[in-house]
């Protein structure tokens, strides 16, 4: 493939050409030129959008696809391909399939089904056999076969003991722990975040010491094992103070944030819609804010989309008994626009590279070409007609967005929205 790509203003603080607009050459998946007014003496392709701009290619810590097993929800190929058009290069896979990833076969599995995708899939292992929390799982086989991180997505692992020993154990290879925080006694049968709007709902609340309680004894477990830890979609204020104060103690741990948590509050479950039941639960417009503030100080690593497709039959149930997520691939970077400044995001969007020891390419000559397209102005409003996934369970339907991806050049293919 050759291609040239027409004054596109960089966006990446490890280029030289940080902050200029400039023409691009790519050949064969490798930056070959960068300069202004590049010529075109070979008739190669151009391409030349509105305000377009590049930045290295975006990674989400935290993709669910359905397949293997609930393919009616997402497959791994439509998944990746939604992936592509909303600018991100790489996803890491979360295990929560059926049956779950929790062995080398599983992993090479879903390494095969996403082989010549523009967009890379990096497989998250199951931390514990089948999810349940008793014996660890086959985690150095896992490894050697690709996958990235290990934990069982939004199950929080009980078992102190177990927990402590996956951090020893992961140290021989490297490997990084990622542990969700909801302790499930404390949250009970909860649906929502316990405060002022669950209570004039009537809905069972879950209060944020199932998150933050949970935090703390993992933080004390890194403190004692060592290793790496990775906590996932914090959600309270509280939860962000815990880990500014374990990385000033010198802790090996990081943390990401779901879009969601960053852009909507509880007060959505107003109408009892279940697009709007997500785990953890939406929380209060001052979380939200001590999220933000948490992103702008640097104690949250990583925002993902969270990205959780379900199928029909089980969302449009009662709240109670309706399954808990939202896609967010679509809407990733629009809703972010309306409440980070661009050259956060990008930062967020990027970072998990080096936690999930996955490789990053600067905007360079001669570096490979791993780029996400975008123009960060212009408004619109998230509709059906914006959704590539299978299923539509989103909760930024009806919501502002600013800017747009346009899709991203990677693995030596070109893919537009």
């Known amino acids: 493939?050759?291609?040239?790509?027409?004054?596109?203003?960089?966006?990446?603080?490890?280029?030289?050409?940080?902050?200029?607009?400039?023409?691009?050459?790519?050949?064969?998946?490798?930056?070959k030129k960068i300069g202004t007014a590049l010529p075109n003496t070979d008739n190669v392709e151009e391409l030349k959008l509105d305000n377009l701009h590049l930045s290295?290619?975006?990674?989400?810590?935290?993709?669910?696809?359905?397949?293997?097993?609930?393919?009616?929800?997402?497959?791994?190929?439509?998944?990746?391909?939604v992936a592509a058009k909303s600018g991100f290069t790489a996803i890491a896979l979360q295990p929560n399939s059926y049956p779950i990833i929790d062995n080398q076969a599983q992993v090479n599995f879903v390494k095969n089904k996403a082989n010549g995708f523009a967009t890379q899939l990096f497989p998250i292992g199951a931390l514990t056999k089948e999810s349940e929390?008793?014996?660890?799982?086959?985690?150095?086989?896992?490894?050697?076969?690709?996958?990235?991180?290990?934990?069982?997505?939004?199950?929080?692992?009980?078992?102190?003991?177990?927990?402590?020993?996956?951090?020893?154990?992961?140290?021989?290879?490297?490997?990084?722990?990622i542990a969700f925080a909801q302790d499930d006694k404390i949250k009970g049968n909860g649906v929502a975040n316990e405060g002022v709007v669950s209570t004039r709902l009537g809905l069972k609340g879950i209060p944020d010491l199932a998150e933050e309680l949970q935090i703390a004894r993992n933080l004390?477990?890194?403190?004692?094992?060592?290793?790496?830890?990775?906590?996932?979609?914090?959600?309270?204020?509280?939860s962000v103070q815990l880990i500014k104060e374990a990385k000033a103690k010198g802790l090996n741990v990081t943390c990401s944030v779901s879009i969601h948590h960053l852009v909507l509050t509880d007060e959505k479950l107003e109408g009892f819609d279940t697009r709007y039941k997500v785990t953890p639960p939406l929380k209060?417009?001052?979380?939200?804010?001590?999220?933000?503030?948490?992103?702008?100080?640097?104690?949250?690593d990583l925002i993902t989309s969270d990205h959780n497709p379900i199928d029909i039959e089980h969302k449009k149930m009662e709240f109670d008994m309706a399954k808990n997520g939202t896609i967010g691939l679509e809407s990733a970077f629009g809703a972010l626009m309306t409440v980070l400044p661009l050259v956060t995001i990008i930062e967020k969007f990027t970072a998990g590279k080096t936690?999930?020891?996955?490789?990053?390419?600067a905007i360079n000559e001669g570096e490979i070409a791993n780029?996400?397209?975008?123009?960060?102005?212009?408004?619109?409003?998230?509709t059906k007609e914006n959704i590539l996934s299978k299923s539509k369970n989103s909760a930024f339907l009806g919501t502002n967005l600013k800017g747009k991806a346009y899709g991203i050049l990677n693995q030596g293919k070109l893919i537009l929205g």
Request: net charge negative; aromatic share 10%.
């Open 1 to 31: 493939m050759k291609i040239i790509i027409r004054e596109a203003k960089i966006i990446d603080p490890k280029s030289p050409f940080n902050n200029q607009t400039v023409d691009l050459l790519i050949v064969d998946g490798f930056i």
């Open 56 to 81: 290295q290619g975006w990674f989400d810590s935290s993709v669910s696809l359905g397949e293997p097993g609930f393919e009616d929800r997402e497959t791994i190929a439509n998944g990746l391909d």
């Open 133 to 177: 929390g008793k014996d660890m799982a086959e985690l150095y086989d896992m490894k050697n076969s690709g996958a990235v991180a290990f934990g069982d997505y939004t199950k929080s692992l009980d078992n102190a003991n177990l927990l402590k020993i996956a951090l020893q154990y992961v140290q021989d290879f490297d490997g990084l722990v």
């Open 220 to 238: 004390f477990l890194l403190e004692y094992a060592g290793g790496k830890m990775h906590i996932p979609t914090i959600s309270s204020a509280k």
């Open 284 to 300: 209060t417009e001052s979380d939200r804010q001590a999220l933000i503030n948490g992103i702008l100080d640097g104690t949250i």
């Open 355 to 361: 936690i999930f020891s996955i490789p990053s390419n």
């Open 371 to 382: 780029i996400t397209l975008f123009n960060p102005e212009g408004n619109s409003i998230f």
